[in-house]
């Protein structure tokens, strides 16, 4: 099947033919067992955080006292590139599901509690005189 050059090798085209051809076979593989994988994954720790998230930024949003505690703690830990976790969690949960689904919900987490604690604290007397 392959072509042979001059020198009395597989042609350059029969080793590009051959790449393709190895690259497809990987990639149905992929397709049927790694990628259901990843998106379970992705989906559980995006769902964890959704709802653990939310209720955590509408109640600090929602009271000034919660805010004032827990703001500093937000603003301390939110800047920081959630890859500085990385080593932490493997060396506590190892390099199984639970670790990536927790470094998913760690890096969601604090967009959403900063994205509900600041909505939640708007009212319709808030709005109304944002926009008159």
């Known amino acids: 099947m392959a072509?042979?050059?001059?020198?009395?090798g597989p042609s350059h085209f029969a080793r590009a033919v051959e790449c393709v051809y190895s690259f497809h076979s990987r990639i149905r593989q992929w397709t049927h067992y790694a990628l259901p994988l990843s998106?379970?994954?992705?989906?559980?720790?995006?769902?964890?955080?959704?709802?653990?998230?939310?209720?955590?930024?509408?109640?600090?949003?929602g009271s000034k006292q919660l805010d004032r505690i827990f703001s500093p703690i937000i603003y301390l830990l939110y800047p920081i590139p959630k890859v500085v976790?990385?080593?932490?969690?493997?060396?506590?949960?190892?390099?199984?599901?639970?670790?990536?689904?927790?470094?998913?919900?760690?890096?969601?987490?604090?967009?959403?509690v900063v994205l509900v604690r600041d909505q939640s604290g708007w009212t319709s007397s808030t709005v109304d005189s944002k926009f008159t």
């Open 85 to 112: 976790f990385v080593p932490v969690v493997l060396l506590f949960l190892g390099i199984g599901d639970v670790a990536k689904i927790t470094l998913i919900f760690l890096i969601l987490f604090f967009q959403i």
């Open 3 to 8: 072509e042979y050059s001059h020198a009395g």
């Open 39 to 61: 998106l379970w994954r992705v989906t559980a720790g995006m769902l964890l955080s959704v709802l653990v998230a939310a209720p955590v930024g509408l109640a600090i949003g």
